[in-house]
């Protein structure tokens, strides 16, 4: 790039060179535009609102820090964060655990591989709003099928979304339902481990469990931390599941950050709190990335 | 290795075939308890109201009632819906389509000065939550007066704005040989030929990924349909179902029942069902790509 910049100022009677140059700027605009309209303008307005209150009526008022000093006082701010950790930090490590455990049975080279697949992989492709709806009749106290089985075998199954207790676990349950996803993805990165890696741990004397460990989970290790990854980011930001079963309840057991901030921006039009609310759960999602990408360094095992 | 030679090779093969029953078994076992919700929401939507809260549970509807879905039509605005949500996945792919290939394009191919750096941006703000937008962002469009209307859902996307799929196919544009660009410059194409006649037709799989990911995540779309479409009318399915039951309410009806609901759910479902059943080696291999679950 270095000589080309050096090239390129040399001759800038090069026609060639300033039409290629030209042509780069030309097929940037669209982009740079909506850049400039659509994120760098808003995120920029967006970090200034956080320092204001605004209901949308009045222009807004610049308060300080008042925002974020709120905010490590308000108690429903640490419910819903809480709710939301432990709904992703639990969720998604036992999604990405099922997951693998899925593909790594496919892999032992079961008969109707790709039925399989669909099987296990078609409730990812149910849009989340309709899986919502489905849920909530499973797991309906009185009429759901779930409660009606339990009923078969003479137990009394929870309330679940209707408890305080089970609600946030059901939506555990529940997510656990779209496993197949990744397991498309492990399923993959199994099918690129080369086969000669078991031969020599064979006869080193590794019987299938040590395999998993020492071959098959250190080779696909990048899929699994990049799935990891992405789910706890995805995860914090859950919201339609909860929007439409619970809101939120009962009780605030179901109340995650982003309703919470949906609320306080659209149910009661502080703008400017909930602008301090979005800062802060990017200040989350930044500090999670950083950390896995960290921690990674030092469990991930990546071809060189 | 001396243990597997003093096992009996009818020993070895009982324990690989032991191992094979439990495998399938688990296989079987998993398999139903993955299926059996999508089969629960068929046949409710198929059931007469009574059956709906039969004990114990019935999976075959008696009798099968497709009207259900003719009387959820009389009053969800299903067709309605269908087209605003159509019309907002069909502008968004015609965005990630062209505006995201071309930039892509500039950013794998054309030289000029700041392009890296360039690159780093668009990299960067792969990183920020889209809710860090939200707020100023419907501010925009409620000074524009966009509310109401698929604009604020397909304008952004028109201007290339997604990152992601600008980084995926930058990526897969610098897997194709550059001796085709020379190639189509000697024979005295320019930079917009060598990308309509060269790139975008070698790419067929990232852009097949691009436009399946771009239907499935326009067509599930919660949050942002929610927040600029409050008029029943511009509203997209998988909000109208919400306010069908609200407006329900309103006018003082019954709520619905779990059958009209589960075939609301269904009429949902079935297009994205189709594009997977239809395209789903596209599907897998996007899936592969990109890691986006569907």
């Known amino acids: 790039m270095l000589t080309f910049h050096r090239q390129w100022r040399d001759s800038w009677r090069s026609k060639l060179l300033r039409d290629e140059m030209l042509f780069g700027y030309a097929a940037l605009i669209p982009y740079l535009a909506g850049f400039l309209i659509f994120v760098a303008g808003p ?43 432990v709904y992703s930090l639990v969720s998604v490590p036992l999604q990405v655990i099922l997951g693998y455990a899925l593909a790594l049975m496919l892999n032992q080279q079961v008969k109707g591989l790709s039925a399989w697949r669909t099987v296990y992989y078609v409730p990812a492709v149910v849009p989340i709003v309709a899986s919502a709806y489905l849920f909530s009749y499973l ?41 197949g996803g990744g397991m498309i993805v492990y399923l993959a990165a199994l099918q690129g481990v080369p086969t000669a890696l078991y031969d020599a741990a064979k006869i080193d004397g590794a019987n299938a469990w040590q395999r998993l460990w020492a071959v098959t989970v250190p080779m696909t290790s990048p899929a699994l931390l990049f799935m990891f990854m992405i789910g706890i980011i995805g995860s914090f930001q859950v919201f339609t599941s909860v929007f439409i079963i619970t809101s939120g309840g009962p009780v605030n057991a ?18 400017g709190y909930a602008s301090a609310l979005a800062w802060v759960l990017f200040a989350i999602i930044f500090g999670l990335t950083y950390l896995s990408l960290r921690v990674s360094g030092r469990l991930v095992h990546y071809e060189v | 290795m001396s243990q597997s030679v003093q096992r009996s090779d009818a020993e070895l093969l ?4 032991a ?123 409620r000074e524009l007066n966009w509310l109401n209307s698929s604009k604020p859902l397909i304008v952004p996307f028109l201007l290339g704005q997604a990152p992601f799929y600008i980084f995926l196919m930058r990526q897969f544009f610098r897997t194709i040989p550059k001796e085709y660009d020379d190639a189509a410059r000697i024979d005295g194409s320019g930079w ?103």
């Open chain 2, 19 to 141: 191992g094979r029953v439990a495998l399938y078994f688990a296989l079987v076992g998993l398999g139903i308890v993955f299926v059996s919700p999508l089969l629960w929401l068929v046949s409710s939507s198929l059931k007469p109201e009574s059956q709906v809260l039969a004990y114990p549970p019935q999976w075959i509807p008696r009798p099968v009632r497709f009207i259900n879905y003719a009387e959820v039509m009389q009053t969800f605005p299903f067709w309605r819906s269908a087209w605003n949500t159509m019309v907002i996945v069909t502008g968004t792919m015609v965005g990630h389509l062209f505006t995201c290939s071309l930039t892509a394009y500039a950013f794998a191919r054309i030289r000029f000065p700041l392009r890296d750096a360039l690159f780093v941006m668009v990299l960067a703000t792969l990183m920020i939550p889209y809710h860090v937008y939200l707020i100023p962002q419907y501010l925009l469009f």
């Open chain 2, 14 to 17: 009982l324990g690989r075939y």
């Open chain 1, 139 to 179: 797991f309906n106290a009185d009429t759901g099928l779930v409660n009606l089985l339990l009923k078969m075998v003479r137990i009394s199954g929870p309330n679940w979304f209707g408890s305080p207790d089970w609600a946030l676990r059901t939506f555990i349950i529940m997510n656990l339902w779209v496993s």
């Open chain 2, 192 to 294: 917009f030929g060598i990308y309509l006649r060269i790139l975008l037709p070698l790419s067929y799989p990232v852009l097949g990924a691009v436009a399946i990911f771009t239907f499935m995540a326009h067509w599930n779309d919660f949050l942002a349909p929610l927040i600029y479409l409050n008029e029943p009318k511009k509203q997209t399915l998988a909000i109208a179902i919400r306010t069908w039951e609200a407006l329900r309410l309103q006018a003082g009806a019954k709520p619905a029942s779990w059958n009209h609901i589960m075939a609301v759910s269904v009429l949902l479902t079935l297009p994205p069902m189709l594009v997977f059943f239809f395209a789903q080696r596209y599907f897998i291999q996007g899936v592969v790509m990109t890691g986006i679950k569907g």
């Open chain 1, 43 to 85: 995120l920029a307005y967006s970090l200034w609102l956080s320092f204001t209150q605004y209901n949308i009526l009045q222009p807004p008022v610049p308060v300080g820090l008042d925002n974020y000093k709120a905010l490590i006082e308000d108690p429903l701010m640490w419910k819903s964060l809480e709710n939301t950790a």
């Open chain 1, 254 to 271: 179901t109340l995650m950050y982003v309703l919470y901030l949906y609320r306080h921006g659209w149910s009661y039009l502080q703008m």
